[in-house]
């Protein structure tokens, strides 16, 4: 399904209905609703910053994952617009999670935790300085402020590549310990994926 609206073509793929009609349907754990819940209030910060910043994008498409913005231009001159863009959505998830902590410190209700948690680790995570993530993008543009553009590619391969073996051992030790969680693995697999594809 695909709409257009003042030029920014909106799509919502079959994937997105499937999971969203299951998380309907089945009784899953909190966590998982609330990860896709804040997991689109994430991408909304980017779509604000992007709009703040006097940038339209091109398509706002809703699938497996969420949502994901596709700019007019991956990468623009405005390295600062770019930071900032990049820097929003996980500056929406700490300020849910500041937010979440204050209240379940004055309520006392495991579900405010919960969902401090939950943004704690999306922020968390998509600040890590990896390709393809929002805290990879911030160190590309701050490093292309700095170095000619070849310098900084290989700045940004070389960080993103310790933090992905990282991930890798505390997935290993993760996967040890419970004896089933690899997500941890899963997610090194696929941030490995990227960083090949764009080399």
Known sequence: MEL???GV?????????????ILLCFDFREEI???????????LG???????????????????????IVKRS??????SAEIFTALAGPLVNVLFSSIFYC????????????????????????LMPVF???????????????????KAEKILKAVSFVFIVIIDFIGAFVLIKSGYNFTLLLI????TATLFIKS
């Open 4 to 6: 257009e609206i003042r």
């Open 9 to 21: 073509k909106i799509s919502f793929g079959f994937s997105f209905f499937w999971v969203l009609a």
């Open 33 to 43: 609703r609330l990860a896709l819940l804040f997991s689109i209030l994430h991408e």
């Open 46 to 68: 980017h779509l604000t910053a992007i709009i703040v910043t006097g940038q339209r994008p091109k398509q706002i498409a809703f699938g497996l994952f969420g949502m994901t």
């Open 74 to 79: 991956d990468m623009s001159c405005n390295y």
């Open 103 to 126: 209240v379940f410190k004055s309520s006392g209700k495991p579900v405010f935790m919960t969902a401090f948690a939950v943004n704690f680790l999306i922020a968390a995570f998509n």
């Open 132 to 150: 393809s993530l929002d805290g990879g993008r911030a160190l590309e543009c701050t490093l292309k402020m700095c170095f000619e553009a070849q």
């Open 188 to 191: 090194a697999v696929y941030l």
